[in-house]
């Protein structure tokens, strides 16, 4: 299925991706919204836990399958 005029919102900071950059969200932003998280907010959110699972998996992070 291909997803056409989709925002991407990040969840925590509400920010919105545009053309590969994270830009403040403007008001009147459409129905059409997929979340996820900006790269700030996904370090703050989870950088602690990947790294104790880095240390955990002597040196190696488990594959999430994402590209």
């Known amino acids: 299925t291909e997803v056409r005029n989709m925002t991407v919102q990040c969840c925590k900071c509400k920010k919105i991706r545009e053309n590969d950059e994270w830009i403040p969200r403007p008001h009147g932003l459409g129905h059409r919204v ?4 900006c790269p700030v907010c996904f370090d703050e ?3 602690e836990l990947l790294s104790g ?5 002597g040196g190696e992070l488990p594959s999430a399958g994402v590209a």
């Open 53 to 57: 699972m880095h240390d955990s998996c």
């Open 45 to 47: 959110s989870f950088g």
């Open 34 to 37: 997929s979340h996820g998280y």
